[in-house]
């Protein structure tokens, strides 16, 4: 169960990485992204329809078609996917739940939640695909096998 963002933006993350493997100038079509990340075609047809309106990525149509990077991968980053797909709010709500929680009115886990954000927000705004494309080292065959056997 994803605890910060939604199945739509995990699997938008994932496939921008894969894109960032990529050459530039090459489109790739969506049926290979879906295919190599073991994503069911519609539902990634419709977080890449986001993606694009967003400028993430670009839509090339005709025999030569698919989908490519809008941006270099050190000018994307991850709150850029993460807006594009569950807006700009994905940190507001309550970790609990508690629809009026807040300074004034804090649940037990607020200030703690509140500290977790301030990192989390720092982390999204300043890592770029470049860099976690080079982090990841070849992980994307492991999350491909491991979606294969789940």
């Known amino acids: 169960m994803p605890l910060i963002f939604s199945k739509s933006c995990e699997y938008a993350i994932q496939a921008i990485l894969y894109l960032a493997t990529k050459p530039a100038s090459t489109p790739t079509l969506l049926r290979d992204v879906s295919e190599a990340l073991n994503i069911p075609h519609h539902f990634l047809s419709k977080i890449f329809q986001q993606?694009?309106?967003?400028?993430?990525?670009?839509?090339?149509?005709?025999?030569?078609?698919?989908?490519?990077?809008s941006l270099p991968p050190d000018?994307?980053?991850?709150?850029?996917?993460?807006?594009?797909?569950?807006?700009?709010?994905?940190?507001?709500?309550?970790?609990?739940?508690?629809?009026?929680?807040?300074?004034?009115?804090?649940?037990?886990?607020?200030?703690?939640?509140?500290?977790?954000?301030?990192?989390?927000?720092?982390?999204?705004?300043?890592?770029?695909?470049?860099?976690?494309?080079?982090?990841?080292?070849?992980?994307?065959?492991?999350?491909d096998q491991l979606r294969k056997t789940s």
Request: aromatic share 4%; net charge negative; proline share 3%.
């Open 51 to 69: 993606l694009t309106r967003n400028g993430i990525l670009e839509s090339h149509k005709g025999a030569s078609g698919g989908f490519e990077l």
């Open 75 to 143: 000018q994307i980053t991850l709150h850029d996917i993460i807006r594009a797909v569950d807006g700009d709010e994905f940190l507001a709500n309550c970790v609990l739940g508690f629809p009026h929680c807040g300074d004034d009115n804090p649940c037990p886990v607020h200030n703690q939640w509140k500290q977790a954000k301030t990192t989390i927000q720092m982390m999204v705004d300043r890592k770029t695909i470049l860099e976690l494309s080079k982090e990841l080292n070849g992980k994307l065959n492991l999350i």
